[in-house]
């Protein structure tokens, strides 16, 4: 089955730096990945995913890049702001199949 | 419209005993996933429902865990004698089926604390 690795864990960064967040995922076949940010003591939401049909999307102030050859997929948060602190999710899945996680990194972003 | 619920939102009970989680997922939706979630930690996948087809049970910890959905919509995940280290935030989350990438909508979550 599919297995996703996420790093770092924790990432804390100052206020208005960039911030970079990469998975590892072990099935070929996997076409889409999705990341989810959860705040604390909330739910985990989607806040941007790609599929694997492209290289790259944009939203805003966050990026997903993916690379199906090296099997990796990465997040980037520009201009990052307090609000921006929260625990970040990656995931693979085929189509409909059930989707893995990766282990989540707790992002810091100081004033 | 409605979102993911799940209930009870908290529950306490003492080791040894059954407990019972119940998720109702989007209306419409027909997969339906179980996580748990350390306090701390990421997202431990548990179960997936897809349909009518059978589910993919490979995530469950031990055979105390087991799960159903009836009617291809509520979800029930029961703990048998329940032990400490069965602390933590049960979390269901559906997606719909018809199109060839699905987000995931997660509920508010099953905090279970085991004493």
């Known amino acids: 089955g599919e297995n996703v690795e996420q790093h770092p864990s924790t990432l804390s960064v100052q206020e208005g730096d960039s911030a970079v967040i990469k998975c590892t995922y072990s099935?070929?076949?996997?076409?889409?990945f999705p990341w989810y940010k959860q705040e604390l003591g909330k739910r985990p939401q989607l806040i941007i995913d790609?599929?694997?049909?492209?290289g790259e999307k944009k939203d805003q102030r966050i990026a997903v890049t993916l690379n199906k050859t090296a099997k990796h997929f990465s997040l980037h948060i520009t201009e990052t702001q307090p609000e921006d602190s929260a625990v970040y999710f990656c995931?693979?899945?085929?189509?409909?199949?059930?989707?893995?996680f990766g282990a989540g990194t707790r992002l810091t972003v100081k004033p | 419209g409605a979102g993911v619920s799940q209930s009870p939102s908290n529950k306490v009970t003492e080791k040894g005993k059954d407990v019972e989680l119940r998720c109702d997922p989007i209306?419409?939706?027909?997969?339906l996933y179980w996580y748990r979630q350390s306090l701390g930690q990421g997202l431990e996948f548990l179960i997936y429902?897809?349909?009518?087809?059978?589910?993919?049970k490979s995530g469950l910890p031990s055979d105390r865990f087991s799960a159903e959905r009836t009617g291809g919509s509520v979800s029930t995940l029961t703990i048998q004698r329940t032990q400490q280290e069965d602390s933590a935030v049960y979390l269901c989350?559906?997606?719909?089926?018809?199109?060839?990438?699905?987000?995931?909508?997660f509920g508010p979550g099953t905090r279970l604390t085991v004493l």
């Open positions: 995931a693979a899945s085929y189509q409909n199949n059930d989707m893995r």
């Open positions: 209306s419409g939706h027909t997969a």
């Open positions: 989350a559906s997606s719909s089926l018809g199109q060839n990438y699905n987000e995931q909508f």
């Open positions: 099935d070929s076949a996997s076409n889409y």
């Open positions: 429902f897809q349909g009518n087809s059978a589910p993919d």
């Open positions: 790609i599929r694997s049909n492209v």
